[in-house]
């Protein structure tokens, strides 16, 4: 029988080298540290326009869980009017009314995460790790899926870049909380769960550039889709547009759930 030493993984499943016990937390340090210097006049400019918008605090934090399902306040710029959260779902989907003109353009080039390299510096999160989730969420996990907590949460992570758009996703959905906790939810946590178990200086690197490239996709997808949208007729061409835009296609998870089949996404790590 091949011991947890020799593969490199402890108890749990997850992955247990020198990287993970010493060199991710100098990595988040150092990038950490860096991105917060150059993203600062991009963070004034984001908080002014934020400011002239709409009423409320600049910044929005909301309590999540992180590993050890330690409970801990994730900061990020105001996207949504006050008091957002009393008005409607838990889950944010594209055309919310609830996004402020300004939100609208801060979530599509995920601006509005910036200031969790904050959260990152004080050891909450990691610049690469399963996102943290709502505590509310995380009561309906199974016990396999609890193993998402034997590491840090990330800024981004494997299924953040194959869910890149999934506010566009939950769009398409009739009943989002529904299909986000029975479909999306499960989902990403085998995404992530799989990441846990090679975590590794290469597949952080790599995740980080992919995030980078996912987002210009999805800005160049959404640009060419509004483009294709006004040359069209209304109904089915607007469905094949969002699936379009998802990337990873609503339907290929509504489908798989009718067969009772797990869809492939294709994620390797």
Known sequence: MESTASTGQDMSGCASGLYVRFGKRILDILLAATALLIVCPVLLVCAIAIYLDSRGSIFYSQWRLGRNAVPFRIIKLRTMVRGADAQGSRLTASGDPRITRVGRRLRRAKLDELPQVLNVLRGEMSLVGPRPELPEFVSLYTSGERKIFDVKPGITGPASVTYIDEETVLAGS?????FYINHLMREKLKVDLAYCRRVSLLNDLIIILRTATS???????RSRVSQDHCETTQGAGTVGYL???SGRDLSLLQQAAEKGAQPDFGIKL
């Open 215 to 221: 987002l210009f996709n999805v800005r160049r997808q």
């Open 174 to 178: 009739s009943n989002r909380e529904e």
């Open 243 to 245: 699936a379009d835009t």
